[in-house]
């Protein structure tokens, strides 16, 4: 084995390697500044929390009870959560176009309704909860989240209530119709005791027993069951339940389409990989130079607004053919249906890749090598990505974070996309999000127009 010869290659590989010493450092910078990034979003050092992001959810109450109010104030004062109190039509506007996450609608007579369904289980209202499909970890959230909250103001109205009080009294009559089994007499202690504490505590202070009464009793938990079995209401087994049905609805174009995720993920990923062909036509042209063929081109007929303009052109073009690719195969194999304006899909598609060759064109002018350059445009387009939501769900940022990804061009080019196909949205939906891409594909451009050597 010749030993020389390979130590004399291993030197010359190194040597190549530290010659581009922006490459090496971006190189490792990279993976630092992404690694700190996930670290910070998701807590930091044992620091997380103190600004920590929200869910944008809305509430519609239709009952103005007191179960109704109580449920919504504490699902205002929950840090997760971002309350906004709508009506029914701007709730369902709002999730359609994802602006919410969700939105809880309490019909009239639910609190009347539920606290009589904790005792009898029939007749339980129906909370309606519209959902953005796209967004399945804020629904879960959301969810159990208001199954916690109904439960506890539900239980303590219906032992300290007034309309507690009511159904106490009418289910006490209604036991006396019932034959006499285990569980009846025990049902009616309970619930006797629970009268007179209500009657004590009235007469001693004018206030109501805290709901501890009715944990010490056994209720007020979701499933609890009273021991032992016999007759209730409608003849079954006598059993505390989740005292209303929840009916989630997912938010998408119509009412009878179901949600497809692909179209989802296909909006991110055609954002991604398609700005990442925008580095390389932003590496060709510093390859250009490298490799001695700047000269040749200089020496052509061509100025230089007709080189620029060539390479917008060229590079949005070739953008436009893998968007088309990508999507003809979310259309083809995955069953992806363009729902919305298809003028307004057009429109994005062009500004989209117009910003991705404006994007490659600064690259090339801010950028000295073809390794530095690859480094940061990939740092860059990642945290784009990342903070536009389309790898991980945007509530979980900071609330600064949420904001400055209102002004990232990823986010708008995703949101526009979805609200193209699956989301079934108007022409108008489309202006904004075609806007906010322009306008930062006219930066992009602007730096590039005035970092551009021509002379060399």
């Not at 994802?98 to 609608?105: L, S, T």
Request: proline content about 4%.
């Amino acid at each position: 084995m010749n030993t020389r010869a390979i130590r004399a290659l291993v030197r010359n590989d190194l040597r190549l390697y530290l010659t581009d010493r922006r490459a090496v450092i971006v190189g490792i910078l990279v993976p630092i500044l992404i690694a700190a990034f996930f670290g910070y979003v998701f807590g930091g050092a044992g620091n997380g929390g103190e600004d920590a992001g929200k869910v944008p959810i809305a509430v519609v109450d239709e009952d103005h009870s007191t179960v109704s109010r109580a449920i919504i104030k504490d699902l205002s004062a929950d840090k997760m959560l971002d309350v906004a109190a709508l009506t029914r039509e701007q709730a369902r506007e709002q999730v359609r176009k994802g602006a919410r996450h969700a939105a809880a609608i309490f019909p009239k007579g639910f609190g009347e309704k539920s606290v009589s369904a904790l005792f009898t289980g029939r007749d339980k209202p129906a909370v309606e909860l519209l959902l953005d499909p796209s967004q399945s970890v804020s629904a879960r959230l959301v969810q159990g989240l208001l199954a916690q909250y109904s439960m506890q103001d539900i239980s303590r109205e219906a032992f300290t209530g007034a309309m507690g009080r009511k159904s106490t009294d009418d289910y006490l009559a209604y036991l006396d119709t019932l034959a006499d089994t285990p569980v009846r007499s025990e049902l009616k202690t309970l619930l006797a005791a629970v009268k007179r504490l209500n009657s004590l505590q009235d007469g001693a202070n004018g206030t109501r027993v805290d709901r501890t009464s009715a944990d010490r009793a056994g209720v007020g938990r979701t499933g609890g069951a009273v021991a032992g079995s016999g007759p209730g209401p409608g003849g079954g087994t006598f059993q505390l339940s989740i005292p209303y049905e929840l009916k989630a609805v997912s938010m998408t174009a119509r009412a009878d389409t179901p949600y497809n995720s692909f179209a989802h993920s296909f909006a991110g990923m055609a954002v991604q990989f398609t700005l990442f062909a925008g580095i390389d036509a932003g590496i060709m042209l510093l390859l250009l130079r490298q490799r001695g063929i700047w000269q040749r081109i200089r020496s052509a007929p061509v100025g230089r607004a007709e080189f620029i303009l060539a390479r917008v052109l060229a590079t949005a073009l070739t953008s436009a053919f893998q968007l088309a690719i990508i999507y003809l195969a979310a259309i083809a194999i995955f069953g992806v249906r363009i729902q919305g304006s298809l003028a307004g899909l057009l429109v994005l598609y062009v500004v989209f890749c117009l910003l991705n060759a404006a994007f490659g064109l600064m690259l090339a002018t801010l950028s000295r090598s073809a390794g530095a350059a690859r480094g940061i445009a990939m740092m860059v387009i990642l945290l784009l990505v990342m903070v536009g939501g389309a790898w991980v769900p945007s509530f979980v940022f900071p609330q600064w974070l949420q904001q400055v990804a209102l002004i990232t061009p990823t986010r708008w080019a995703v949101d526009g996309l979805d609200a193209m196909t699956w989301r079934g949205l108007p022409f108008g939906d489309a202006v904004l999000p075609a806007a906010v891409l322009a306008v930062s594909a006219l930066i992009c451009f602007a730096v590039a127009v005035w970092r551009f050597r021509w002379e060399e």
